[in-house]
């Protein structure tokens, strides 16, 4: 099933537009010395809270990349704990061009198992087309955001 597809069910099933956004910080994990269990356990009980809630989840990698390689190993491991039937949006902002573009786009859908993921698309196509040529996924193109010196570039 396709990242549409499955979102309108999620949309329909959950009677919801809600998109979780998945940003850990060392402020909102539960206590404890294990930087690992402790994304595990934070993000289990905000899937646990919010599976009926919600028509996607979105993680944002840069939040789990600053904890080193304990936060990408807790990333691919709660990435299973997301419902199959509700999909799952790697944000990485990623915008690269040629094999660097082939390598982003294997591993956010090879490994990381995303449904869809965020893109910048500053250097054109061809930081897009590795991550579009898999029909059953889609990318979210950042166009216009709103953050203050955005406008010294956009």
């Given at each position: 099933?396709?990242?549409?597809?499955?979102?309108?069910?999620?949309?329909?099933?959950?009677?919801?537009?809600?998109?979780?956004?998945?940003?850990?910080?060392?402020?909102?994990?539960?206590?404890?010395?294990?930087?690992?269990?402790?994304?595990?356990?934070?993000?289990?009980?905000?899937?646990?809270?919010?599976?009926?809630?919600?028509c996607c989840y979105?993680?944002?990698?840069?939040?789990?990349?600053?904890?080193?390689?304990?936060?990408?190993?807790?990333?691919?491991?709660?990435?299973?704990?997301?419902?199959?039937?509700?999909?799952?949006?790697?944000?990485?902002?990623r915008g690269d061009?040629?094999?660097?573009?082939?390598?982003?786009?294997?591993?956010?859908?090879?490994?990381?198992?995303?449904?869809?993921?965020?893109?910048?698309?500053?250097?054109?196509?061809?930081?897009?087309?590795?991550?579009?040529?898999?029909?059953?996924?889609?990318?979210?193109?950042?166009?216009?955001?709103?953050?203050?010196?955005?406008?010294?570039?956009?």
């Open positions: 099933m396709g990242f549409i597809e499955k979102l309108n069910k999620a949309i329909e099933r959950n009677n919801s537009l809600l998109c979780v956004g998945m940003d850990p910080t060392r402020q909102v994990l539960p206590p404890g010395e294990d930087t690992f269990a402790r994304l595990l356990s934070w993000a289990q009980a905000l899937i646990e809270q919010t599976r009926d809630l919600v979105k993680p944002n990698i840069a939040f789990f990349e600053q904890f080193g390689p304990k936060g990408i190993r807790a990333l691919y491991e709660i990435i299973p704990m997301i419902p199959e039937d509700i999909p799952f949006i790697l944000d990485a902002k061009i040629g094999s660097t573009a082939e390598a982003y786009a294997t591993a956010c859908y090879q490994w990381f198992k995303a449904d869809a993921v965020t893109l910048s698309p500053y250097l054109g196509q061809d930081a897009v087309k590795p991550f579009v040529e898999n029909e059953e996924k889609s990318v979210f193109l950042l166009c216009q955001t709103s953050n203050p010196s955005a406008s010294e570039i956009q």
